[in-house]
């Protein structure tokens, strides 16, 4: 099922990429052209195009990478008793990267969670070759997007080395290609959701990321000391199915509760017909 959602998300990259390259209304170089077809991949190696989902992880969390202020950091930086988003995307990115940040600020934007006190928000170009002012350009228009007051704090984008890049990317499961003859990659898209300790709680695919299951992997993750009641409840209606990357309703959970209801109703009925007994007899 992996193999099959990672090869439609390439194979819609590369065919919709001219359509949708300047998503954002700002024309990049690299852009696939009219025709182009991913010539320099072959097809065994699009079948390393993956996001396998490595769940319960360890993120290596002592990695160097640079911010967009030209920083020197570690990952270890983002993790301070907040779950945190990891996005993999590249700033570059002709169609899916642009998709799928547009996506998450989408769903972000309905959350009455709050970025910076709730969770962090960690954006990592798995492109060796781009820069901390691509790093901040992307930023800037995204926490504008976000339009949250603690955005600018809690989003961190992030540019890198290969090997660095290539330890977090393998840790977390996510597998690219990149095509010599575009200048582009191919590559899945989604993001991961960790543990305020760095490990892979929970994976969310796609370009368009449910505020449901957004909140509820976030609220999860934060072992429940983020999020309301209410979201301790639906975590026992809902379960995360690895495979889709979702939460499902579960059918025996919700029947289980609608019986406590129904009894504890029922109790509730008793007791006060009792009461009205007892005042009527004196």
């Known amino acids: 099922m992996r193999h099959h959602l990672a090869a439609a998300a390439v194979a819609l990259s590369l065919a919709a990429a001219p359509a949708l390259a300047q998503y954002d209304g700002v024309p990049r170089p690299g852009m696939m052209a009219k025709g182009d077809r991913p010539a320099g991949i072959t097809p065994n190696e699009l079948k390393k195009v993956e996001f396998a989902q490595r769940l319960d992880v360890q993120v290596p969390l002592d990695l160097?990478?640079?911010?967009?202020?030209?920083?020197?950091?570690?990952?270890?930086?983002?993790?301070?008793?907040?779950?945190?988003?990891?996005?993999l995307v590249y700033y570059e990115c002709p169609m899916?990267?642009?998709?799928?940040?547009?996506?998450?600020?989408?769903?972000?934007?309905?959350?009455?969670?709050?970025?910076?006190?709730?969770?962090?928000?960690?954006?990592?170009?798995?492109?060796?070759?781009?820069?901390?002012?691509?790093?901040?350009?992307?930023?800037?228009?995204?926490?504008?997007?976000?339009?949250?007051?603690?955005?600018?704090?809690?989003?961190?984008?992030?540019?890198?080395?290969?090997?660095?890049?290539?330890?977090?990317?393998?840790?977390?499961?996510?597998?690219?290609?990149?095509?010599e003859r575009t200048g582009q990659y191919a590559h899945p898209t989604g993001i991961v959701v960790l543990t305020p300790q760095g490990r892979t709680s929970k994976y969310i695919y796609g370009l368009d990321y449910g505020p449901r299951d957004l909140r509820l992997a976030l609220v999860e993750a934060a072992g429940g000391k983020i999020g309301t009641p209410v979201d301790s409840l639906l975590l026992y209606c809902f379960h995360y199915d690895p495979e889709q990357g979702k939460y499902g309703l579960v059918l025996m959970n919700v029947l289980r509760l609608a019986g406590v209801v129904t009894v504890a109703c029922i109790g509730a009925f008793i007791l006060i017909m009792r009461r009205r007994e007892t005042r009527a007899r004196k």
Not at 64 to 71: C, I, K, L, R
Not at 165 to 175: P, Q, Y
Request: charged share 25%.
């Open 96 to 179: 899916l990267c642009v998709q799928a940040l547009n996506g998450l600020v989408k769903s972000l934007k309905t959350l009455s969670l709050e970025p910076g006190r709730d969770y962090e928000i960690v954006t990592l170009s798995f492109n060796p070759r781009e820069t901390p002012a691509q790093a901040r350009e992307r930023k800037q228009h995204y926490v504008e997007r976000l339009g949250r007051e603690g955005g600018a704090a809690a989003w961190h984008f992030l540019t890198g080395k290969d090997a660095a890049i290539r330890l977090l990317t393998d840790a977390v499961g996510f597998h690219f290609v990149y095509d």
């Open 64 to 87: 160097p990478f640079t911010d967009e202020a030209g920083q020197a950091v570690t990952l270890a930086r983002y993790f301070d008793g907040r779950p945190v988003i990891l996005a």
